[in-house]
């Protein structure tokens, strides 16, 4: 069985500081690893994903995020935040090939303050 | 209206009462999904479609039932609303090759009273 941990429930930042949104995961088997985004009152929009190759993601509105397959972790980082990136994060993750039955962490809020 | 809508946006019901609440996806994908997201759980899956006729449970299948006449509609049901199912739900979307993202509806905030 797969799990993804979301250590942090909420994170404030201020503007135009980083930030890094924690993720690690658990599965027996080769993953692929996800970042969505969900804005308030909306449904969650895929930031980025992992599939295979290069460890380094770039996604949607300037994040990115690391794979690291000995740590289990793929956390999300954007060098400089803005008040726009207000929302809340899901990790998720799926294993590779098959069915790809995707789980998802619970989240984490940024609150981005001005 | 293209992609994935949901009906209703909002809906208020009273315990024991049956409830659907309806998805609607105009790209033809293969595989769709019934998620509820609740406050220290994240989205959790409660049942997925393959295809037309082709169902399946998910992680909190209890208390829910789906079906799939059509690839581009999958209700789903309460058939007796409890107060637990008050939650936010989500259909989501994804096609028939190996990776392909799946896009998620604007959800439906269910109250049970």
């Known amino acids: 069985a797969q799990s993804v941990t979301q250590l942090d429930s909420q994170v404030p930042v201020f503007e135009e500081a980083p930030v890094e949104l924690r993720c690690n995961y658990s599965s027996s088997v080769s993953v692929y690893l996800f970042w969505y985004v969900q804005y308030p009152n909306q449904g969650l929009q895929l930031l980025l994903k992992y599939l295979s190759g290069s460890t380094l993601v770039k996604g949607i509105n300037g994040f990115e995020a690391e794979f690291n397959k000995s740590q289990t972790s793929f956390h999300l980082r954007k060098p400089s935040v803005h008040i726009s990136d207000t929302a809340e994060y899901f990790c998720?993750?799926?294993?590779?090939?098959?069915?790809?039955?995707?789980?998802f962490g619970t989240g984490t809020k940024l609150q981005v303050i001005p | 209206d293209a992609g994935i809508t949901q009906s209703p946006r909002y809906k208020i019901t009273e315990t024991g009462r049956q409830v659907t609440l309806m998805c609607h996806q105009t790209?033809?994908?293969?595989?769709m999904f019934w998620y509820r997201q609740d406050l220290g759980h994240g989205l959790r899956l409660i049942y997925y479609?393959?295809?037309?006729?082709?169902?399946d449970k998910g992680e909190v299948p209890d208390g829910y039932v789906v079906s799939r006449s059509k690839t581009e509609n999958f209700p789903l049901t309460l058939e007796s609303a409890t107060r637990s199912q008050t939650s936010v739900y989500f259909c989501?979307?994804?096609?028939?090759?190996?990776?392909?993202?799946?896009?998620f509806g604007p959800g439906t905030r269910l109250t049970v009273l």
């Open positions: 790209w033809s994908h293969s595989y």
């Open positions: 989501a979307s994804r096609g028939l090759a190996g990776v392909d993202t799946q896009y």
């Open positions: 479609s393959a295809a037309a006729d082709i169902t």
């Open positions: 998720a993750v799926s294993e590779a090939g098959g069915y790809q039955k995707v789980t």
